[in-house]
């Protein structure tokens, strides 16, 4: 079994720009704002909106995957 690292988080995650509007809220790339929502994840107690291009590249990554 491989040796895994956990994510780190880069920046926090933005807010959404405008009410009504929901945007990538990847806590691992801040400033993303993308609105093509592909999946949700929980992170703290929060429910984040993730776009298809950062939840490509988040499931491409070596990392593990747990709940707390």
Known sequence: MKNRKPLKLETEPAEPLELGVEVCLNP???VC???DIA???CRDG???PICRECWR???S???EWRFN
């Open 28 to 30: 691992w790339n801040g």
């Open 57 to 59: 590249e988040i499931g």
């Open 39 to 41: 999946v949700y994840i």
């Open 46 to 48: 929060r429910t984040l």
């Open 61 to 63: 990554t070596d990392v």
């Open 33 to 35: 704002k993308n609105t």
